[in-house]
């Protein structure tokens, strides 16, 4: 034991290199891919070249084996089990997917021509109680303007209301027809 009389040592600003043995071994300061860590080592302290890093000293231990591809490493017998499983299942779901995708389709067009016939007939509804009103109208002032440019106006409504339900139900009906071609 050591007289209370010496004062400590003090810390070496220094880098601690693989020479000293209060750092790990030279192994520890690479990582799994071989390269450096970042602590510093024996080779790049003494001012070597990059290519003597990258072959293994005789101090340094070997670095460990890489493990074997996942298909290697099990059985065989199980993979092929799931690469025949995964066969069926994908090619019988093909045409199922595609009935699915198609009833989806439908359903979307169903909806688009649901919602314009109820544009149509919520028009229609608008336009027949506009029309009730201006009549009523021109025959309490006994005045046909601007009451029959209302009704005019109203029965115009109904019109585009109608033109526009043939456009959806028409491209409706063509939507689903391509999909069940490309299908």
Do not use: C, W
Not at 32 to 61: F, I, L, N, R
């Amino acid at each position: 034991m050591a007289d209370d009389d010496t004062p400590p040592k003090p810390a070496s600003t220094e880098p601690k290199g693989a020479d000293d043995p209060t750092t790990p071994d030279a192994a520890d300061n690479t990582d799994a891919s071989g390269g450096s860590t970042g602590a510093p080592d024996a080779t790049t302290a003494s001012g070597s070249d990059a290519s003597d890093k990258d072959t293994p000293s005789s101090d340094s231990p070997p670095a460990a084996p890489s493990t074997p591809p996942l298909s290697t490493a099990l059985n065989p017998q199980i993979v092929q089990a799931v690469g025949t499983t995964n066969h069926a299942v994908l090619n019988g779901a093909i045409p199922g997917a595609n009935g699915v995708a198609y009833q989806k389709v439908a359903q979307a067009a169903a909806y688009a021509v649901q919602d314009s016939t109820d544009y149509m007939r919520s028009i229609m509804s608008m336009a027949s109680a506009t029309t009730g009103v201006a009549m009523q109208k021109m025959l309490a002032t006994k005045e046909v303007q601007p009451y029959s440019d209302i009704i005019e106006a109203a029965s115009k409504a109904v019109t585009d209301a109608q033109k526009t339900f043939t456009s959806v139900g028409t491209s409706a009906s063509s939507v689903v027809k391509d999909f069940d071609s490309m299908a």
